[in-house]
């Protein structure tokens, strides 16, 4: 079994920034894609980011891309997604995923292709 925690979420003024943290435990997901969902009231889970289990190749939403980074630190069982510029509109509970399934696809920018999810974190964006 894996556990996710994710931290960092937060108030934040529009054209701010956030960094999240997905801190693993119980095993190691080094070898794991990794993906970040959010979900704000009333909507669907939106896909926001993947990760590959190297780092070395990325998935974004249209929504957050060029806003957003994606990073991983496999010593620390730790993902990271870097905001910047944020807007309103990103404000949701932002997910964390861990997907055991092998390879490298679009499955990973779906809710479906993941195994293991955290609790979240509420990022609030004022205007």
């Known amino acids: 079994q894996v556990q996710l925690v994710e931290s960092g979420g937060g108030l934040v003024q529009a054209g701010g920034s956030l960094r999240l943290s997905c801190a693993a435990s119980?095993?190691?997901?080094?070898?794991?894609?990794m993906g970040w969902f959010r979900q704000a009231p009333g909507k669907e889970r939106e896909f926001v980011a993947a990760?590959?289990?190297?780092?070395?190749?990325?998935y974004y939403g249209d929504s957050v891309k060029g806003r957003f980074t994606i990073s991983r630190d496999n010593a620390k069982n730790t993902v990271y997604v870097q905001m910047n510029s944020l807007k309103p509109e990103d404000t949701a509970v932002y997910y964390c995923?861990?997907?055991?399934?092998?390879?490298?696809?679009?499955?990973?920018?779906?809710?479906?292709?993941?195994?293991?999810w955290g609790q979240g974190t509420q990022v609030t964006v004022s205007s």
């Open positions: 995923a861990a997907s055991t399934r092998r390879g490298w696809g679009t499955h990973l920018k779906a809710s479906s292709g993941y195994d293991y």
């Open positions: 119980g095993r190691t997901v080094s070898t794991y894609a």
């Open positions: 990760i590959s289990w190297t780092g070395g190749v990325t």
